[in-house]
C-alpha cells in the first residue's frame, strides 16, 4: 500500500505550518463553536451565528477531517445524524484559541461582557481544565453562549472555596 504524501510546505516555520492547517477564519470559528459553544451537528454550525455558506462549511469540515483536527461519527440516537468531535489534536487547541478569545476581548469591542473576560484571564487554567473535561466526557454543554447575547452567563465559573476566589 502505497503512502499518502505529504503536503508540500511552504517552510518549515511551526506558525506557517500550523496557519497552513487551521488558520483560516472558518475553521478557527468551527473549532471555536465545538469547543466553547458546545456544537456537534451541521444544523448547529450554520446556526451559529456567523453566516457561513453550506458549501464552505461542508468544506471546511472534510479538510478539518483530513488534517485529523475533527472527526465524524453516526449520532447516538440517530445514525443517519452526523457529530462532529474535536480529536486530541483539535482540543489542544484550547489554549490557542482561549488566547485568541482574550486578546480580541482586550483590543477590540466585542459582544462578550468585560467582567467575564476578566474572570476568564483570571482563571486560564480551570477555563482550560474544564473545557477538555467537557471534551473528555462529550458534555455539550457551552462554555459561553453565542456572543453578542444579551444576560450572558458562564456555565464553567470557577467553585469558590474562600472570598478570594469569589467571582
Known amino acids: 500500500m502505497l503512502e499518502k504524501p505529504k503536503a508540500k510546505r511552504r517552510s ?3 506558525v ?21 459553544r458546545g456544537c456537534r451537528t451541521y444544523k448547529q454550525f450554520l446556526e ?7 458549501n464552505i462549511l461542508a468544506g471546511r469540515l472534510r ?3 483530513t488534517a485529523g483536527i475533527i472527526t465524524a461519527e453516526p449520532a447516538p440516537t440517530d ?4 457529530h462532529y468531535r ?6 489542544d487547541l484550547a489554549p490557542v484559541l482561549l488566547e485568541l478569545l482574550l486578546w480580541g476581548a482586550r483590543h477590540e469591542e466585542t459582544g462578550v461582557p468585560c ?8 482563571n486560564r487554567d ?10 473528555k466526557e462529550r458534555d455539550p454543554t457551552p462554555l459561553l453562549p453565542k456572543f453578542g447575547t444579551a444576560g450572558v452567563s458562564t456555565s464553567w465559573r470557577k467553585p469558590s472555596n474562600n472570598k478570594d476566589n469569589a467571582a
Open 48 to 54: 451559529a451565528g456567523e453566516g457561513i455558506a453550506t
Open 126 to 135: 480551570y477555563v482550560l481544565t474544564e473545557t477538555r473535561r467537557r471534551w
Open 63 to 65: 479538510y478539518l477531517q
Open 115 to 122: 467582567a467575564v473576560m476578566a474572570e476568564m484571564a483570571k
Open 16 to 36: 506557517s505550518i500550523s496557519l497552513e492547517i487551521f488558520g483560516d477564519r472558518w475553521s478557527l470559528l468551527i473549532i471555536r463553536d465545538m469547543m466553547v
Open 79 to 82: 445514525a443517519r445524524q452526523i
Open 86 to 91: 474535536l480529536t486530541e489534536k483539535g482540543i
Open 12 to 14: 518549515g516555520c511551526p
